[in-house]
Structures are given as C-alpha cells and as structure tokens.
C-alpha cells in the first residue's frame, strides 16, 4: 500500500475519535486497518500541515482563550450579528454554548491523535542504524507535537498552574497512545505540566539543532517551548536556562527599519525569527482584522518612534486593525519566535534579580523595534522597575499571538500585576476579575457527555 493510502486510512481512524457516536470510547480498532509503518510514512503523516501546524491554512491550536482577552473589541453591530458562542466567550458567560466538534478540543487532540499513532509505530519498528537520523528525528518531532498541543489545551481548559495545588487540580486528558479503546480521564494540573516537560527533554535530545522548514520541530523551539513551560509555572530559574539555550542555537532578529510599514500584511510567512510555525483554530468571524478591532488603549501605548505601531496596525477611519501576523496572513501566529524568548530571558533576569542583564536581553530586542534614530535603551534603577519595563513591552510585542490570556492568568497572581477586565456590549457591562473561576474554559459538553471527566467549575 502506497503512502497516500495508508495515510488515508489514518484520517479514518482519526475520524472515529472526532465522531459524536458515544460508543466509540469502547469501541476497538479494526485489527486489519493498515496504518503508516515506515519511515518515511511516518514523516509523511507528520508533515500534513493542515492537520499539524495550519501550514498556509489556519492551525489547530485552541481559539477560545484568545477570544476572550482584551486585545480586541467588537462593535455593537458585529455582536449582535455573531453567533451565542462568540458572544459568550467576549463576555466571559459561564456557559459556553462550543459548536458541535469544536475546533478547541478537537483539533488539538486530534494532533495529539496523530503523534500518538506515530509513536506508537516506532516502537514496533527494528532500529535500523542506517537512517537513525530519520527515526530519532520524527520520534522527536511526535513528541514535541503532543507536548505543544498538551501545553496549549492546559491554557484553556486547566487552571493556571500553582505550586500549592497543581497536584489537586484537575488538568486535562493524557492521551499516550492511538488505542481509541482507552477510557478518557483527567490528570492533574501537575501531572499535566510533568508530561509536557517530559516529553520536551525527550524530544531535545533526538531533534536537530534547527529544522527543514520551520513547521517542523526542532532543538531550538523545544527548548523555547520549555522555556514558555516553565515560566507559565512561575519557575524562572529554569525558564532562563531554557530560554538562554535557545538564544546560543538561534537568536536572529528582524529589523523592523527594513520592513515596509505600507504592507497590507507586514510579515512573511517563515520569517528568520520563526522557531516553530503554528496557526490558531479557525471559527468565522473569530479575530479577522475586520471584527476584532484593537483596543485603542493598547494602540495608543506605543510611542511615536516605535515601528511595530506601523508594522503591527492599521489605521482605519475610526478604528484600528491587525496586520502584524507572523503566518503572514490575517490568520493569528501562534507558533514559537525568537522576540518571545528574548522577552522570556529578560523577564526571568529581572525576576532573579539582575536588571542589568535583563535590560540587556530586552534592549537586543528593542533596538530593532524602534526607529534606531531616536531609540534610548531602557533603563532601570532596580529589578522590580526592570520587570514592570519588561512586562509592558511584552504586552505590546505579543499582541494577537494567543499567549495575552495565559500572560493573563500568570500575572493576575502577582497582586502588583493583576488586572479586570472590563468590556461594553450592547449597553451592558461585563468583569473579568484576577483570578476570576472563569480564567479556566469549561469543557464542551459534548465531550463531558462522551466521557464522562468532570466538568470546570466556574
């Protein structure tokens, strides 16, 4: 059987999982299927961009979180026109009425779904020595997949991670193998985040230093992803070991003097500070440039001199639009990039208290945000000015990047930090207070209904 058809019959196995039928949790796997076995079919599956990493189309990584940050705002009119989930999500309702096989659950699982079909495919095959360049590359590239997508649904649909009760939350479902036979259930919060980084160390040690092309997995992005990991978890010792460690294997930066403000959509798609290429999960109208204006308190946050206002927006007759996406396209990026890590190593300085080098990190970056006619680094008397400078900057250069509500949920434990949301619609007022139940997504219903796991409790 030929690549394309053992391919083939993955997508129907895959279609199993996503299918509404309650008995497919006990359903066992038809033994004659034949799946991807080799090589090269096995990197194959993996390289399926639509289903993987958005590729040129949008991406599989959960939505929901970035539809309910304050990046953005809808008018009235685009409000009342949208559809109860979209509305629900910009309010913060308790209760969101998820479209049927959404694209938040689904979609992430369904890369988990992938990863895991090749993983275990691997462990059936004899090591052959001639191509362990290729086996270590794909079981590293599967392991990273699993461990990004386990990262992302954890932002959503798990509590923000802490130390004192990460081992009594409820995290998310650890699927660790293809079998759809395996009952679903919940780890914990701390079981969530071991696995991720479990899965990342393996993953280092087999990958390359930099990919084929950058919707590929490789060294430098594990290491970035490690570094996000760990600094969602507020353990900054490690997060400036992996964040550093990324920036010795790749630390190029963009000029933003180079880049022409005049474009409709500023950034290509593979640009050199792109570590890892991934897209957001796509629900019309969710965050087109059309609906989801930005907000003007944002916009008007970056100085004159600072080019991303350029780069970064669009000026409308009465609002401003987002151009600035890394994918290239109107699509959200929402992979891994260089000007995060660089963010990250800052943060994490200033954190451990070292301003200097903390500056440091972030004038490296700055530098090429500003006009370099008029730039003047930043500078601070003492670590917790340092970390205001650099937080501030972070929220201007991740803007539309799909971290704003896990940066949300991290900060909002630091009472110096911590924020309300606050949004109009329709002449009713909604709040989103710091640590607010609802910073956690519930479930879909219809998986609740499917597996039985327990429900969020906003």
């Known amino acids: 059987m030929n690549t394309y058809k053992k391919i083939l019959l993955a997508i129907c196995i895959l279609s199993i999982v996503c299918s509404c039928k309650k008995q497919f949790l006990n359903a066992k796997p038809d033994n004659s299927l ?3 076995g080799t090589l090269p ?15 040129y189309s949008a991406g599989s990584d959960p939505h929901i979180g970035a539809l309910s940050t304050d990046d953005y705002y809808i008018t ?13 999500a910009y309010t913060w309702a308790k209760k969101i009425p998820f479209q049927p096989g959404t694209k938040n659950w689904i ?72 079998d759809i036979s395996e009952l679903t259930t919940r780890s914990t919060v701390k079981e969530t985040y071991e696995r991720i980084i479990a899965d990342l160390n393996e993953a280092i040690a087999l990958l ?27 353990n900054y010792s490690m997060a400036l070991q992996f964040a550093s460690s990324s920036l010795e294997l790749n630390n190029q930066l ?17 640009n050199k500070e792109v570590l890892f290429h991934s897209g957001i999960s796509y629900d019309y109208p969710s965050l087109i440039p059309e609906y ?7 916009y008007n946050s970056y100085e004159a001199n600072d080019l991303r206002k350029t ?29 995060e890590v660089y963010l990250m190593q800052a943060e994490c300085y200033a954190r451990l208290g070292d301003p200097v080098k903390a500056l440091r990190s972030l004038n490296e970056l700055m530098i090429n945000r500003f006009d370099k006619t008029s730039f003047k680094p930043f500078v601070a008397t003492d670590s917790d000015e340092a970390l205001a400078i650099i937080l501030a900057e972070r929220r201007k250069e991740l803007v539309m990047r799909n971290m704003r509500w896990t940066d949300l949920r991290r900060l909002n434990l630091d009472p110096r930090f911590a924020i309300t949301l606050t949004r109009k619609a329709n002449g009713q007022t909604y709040t989103l207070p710091p640590n607010d139940p609802r910073y956690t997504l519930p479930i879909p219903e219809e998986i609740i209904g499917l597996t039985g796991i327990i429900q969020n409790q906003r």
């Open 254 to 270: 963009m000029d933003y003097n180079q880049i022409n403000p005049e474009a409709s959509e500023t950034f290509t798609l593979f």
């Open 311 to 339: 780069r970064f927006f669009s000026l409308q007759e009465s609002y401003v639009i987002f151009k600035g996406s890394y994918r290239g396209t109107i699509i959200p990026f929402t992979g891994l990039a260089n000007d």
């Open 107 to 178: 979609g992430p699982y369904r890369v988990i779904f992938y990863a895991n079909i090749v993983l275990d495919a691997l462990n059936k095959l004899p090591k052959d020595k001639t191509d362990q360049l290729s086996y270590n590359n794909i079981k590293g590239s599967a392991l990273f997949y699993r461990a990004f997508q386990f990262y992302n649904l954890a932002q959503v649909f798990a509590p923000q991670y802490k130390s004192n009760t990460a081992s009594s939350e409820p995290g998310i479902p650890l699927r660790l193998t293809a």
């Open 208 to 234: 390359p230093n930099n990919p084929l092309v950058q919707t590929r997995p490789c060294k430098t992005a594990a290491f970035a992803l490690l570094a996000r990991t760990y600094l969602t978890m507020q």
């Open 41 to 55: 079919e096995l990197q194959a599956l993996l390289d399926n961009d639509l289903i993987i990493s958005g590729g």
């Open 34 to 36: 034949v799946v991807p």
């Open 76 to 88: 009235d009119a685009d409000y009342l026109n949208t559809d109860d989930y979209h509305r629900a």
């Open 292 to 298: 989801a204006k930005i907000d003007n308190d944002l």
